[in-house]
């Protein structure tokens, strides 16, 4: 059965950095695009990441640019989003997704969606 699954997510003070991790199984991810979301509460999903399958290239949200990576690590079949310079308005629910379909560069994935893992940042 193919699913996602987050960790790494945490509290960490402004100014700090966490990794997330989103593992692929059941599913190879060298052929789908993928990308990381956030939810924070009482706020619309929004994309903050993406890797395009076709030519690896990544893209960033305005928001997170600068600050944020993407990465993916095909031998371990997972993905990574290193998060540094944190603000308290980057703390929200954090999910990865995976789809064979999506226009390159956009954010509108339908396919696999891990459950998520949250980030607090906040002194």
């Known amino acids: 059965q193919a699913q996602l699954v987050e960790s790494g997510g945490g509290w960490v003070q402004p100014g700090g950095s966490l990794r997330l991790s989103c593992v692929a199984s059941?599913?190879?991810?060298?052929?789908?695009?993928i990308a990381w979301f956030r939810q924070a509460p009482g706020k619309e999903r929004e994309g903050v990441s993406g890797?395009?399958?076709?030519?690896?290239?990544?893209y960033y949200s305005d928001s997170v640019k600068g600050r944020f990576t993407i990465s993916r690590d095909s031998a371990k079949n997972t993905i990574y989003l290193q998060m540094d310079s944190l603000k308290p308005e980057d703390t929200a629910h954090y999910y990865c997704a995976a789809d064979r379909t999506v226009v390159p560069g956009t954010w509108r994935f339908l396919g696999y969606w891990g459950q998520g893992t949250p980030v607090t940042v906040s002194s």
């Open positions: 059941g599913f190879t991810l060298d052929y789908y695009s």
């Open positions: 890797i395009v399958a076709r030519d690896g290239r990544t």
